[in-house]
Each structure stands twice: as C-alpha cells, then as structure tokens.
Nanobody, 125 residues
Framework: DVQLVESGGGSVEVGGSLRLSCAGS?????????VGWFRQAPGKEREGVAAIRNSGGETWYAGSVKGRFTISQDSARNTVYLQMNNLQPEDTATYYCAAKKLCYRLTLRASDFGYWGQGTQVTVS
C-alpha cells in the first residue's frame, strides 16, 4: 500500500520559515525516483514548486521560490523535505508531494507523477 504523507504545515508570519516533510510508506524513495513538491491555492491551478532526482543529484525550483526554498532528501528516513524560508503571503497554499518512479530525467510535470500525498496546509499572514 503506497502512501506519501506530508507534514510540517501550519500558520506563520510573513518572513517566517517552515519545513515540510514527505514520508514514503510502502515505497522506497530511491535514487531512481523523482520527488516533487506542488502547491495549490484556492481558485488557482496546481503549480510545481521544487523537485529532486537521484537523491539530490539534481534539483529544480520554480522561479518564485528560488533562493528561499530548499528541497532535500534523507534516504535513511525515506523522507523528502522542503525547507521554506522568508515566507510570503503568496506562498499560502496546500502543499503536496508526489513521486515518479523510473525517473531518469528531472521533471515537474504533474501528469508524470503517479503517487501523491494528501497535502498539508501552509498559511502565511
């Protein structure tokens, strides 16, 4: 039973920080996987935020978060993290992690990802 479970969301002040976690269950997030973070605000389309491949060998960030967010992976804990610094109101959204197996090229196309978590809410105010 494959599950991805996000945690770490919450409410923070502008300029604050949060660290989101995406823990795999029933799946090993190996170097053959891509793991992506996506977010969706009410009334808006889901957008890619960051992605990681090869256990950190490659990373990608949306321009809106570059320099503020960092994606990383702890293979021993089978967990991918998203460190979010200097949060702004426009970062308010539900954040989802997703995984793609047999990922030989970094991607943040949502349709490429076969496994999705249920999301964790981030509110910046």
């Amino acid at each position: 039973d494959v599950q991805l479970v996000e945690s770490g969301g919450g409410s923070v002040e502008v300029g604050g920080s949060l660290r989101l976690s995406c823990a795999g269950s029933g799946i090993i997030l190996s170097s053959a996987f891509c793991v992506g973070w996506f977010r969706q605000a009410p009334g808006k389309e889901r957008e890619g935020v960051a992605a990681i491949r090869n256990s950190g060998g490659e990373t990608w960030y949306a321009g809106s978060v570059k320099g503020r967010f960092t994606i990383s992976q702890d293979s021993a804990r089978n967990t991918v993290y998203l460190q979010m610094n200097n949060l702004q109101p426009e970062d308010t959204a539900t954040y989802y992690c997703a995984a793609k197996k047999l990922c030989y090229r970094l991607t943040l196309r949502a349709s490429d990802f076969g496994y999705w978590g249920q999301g964790t809410q981030v509110t910046v105010s």
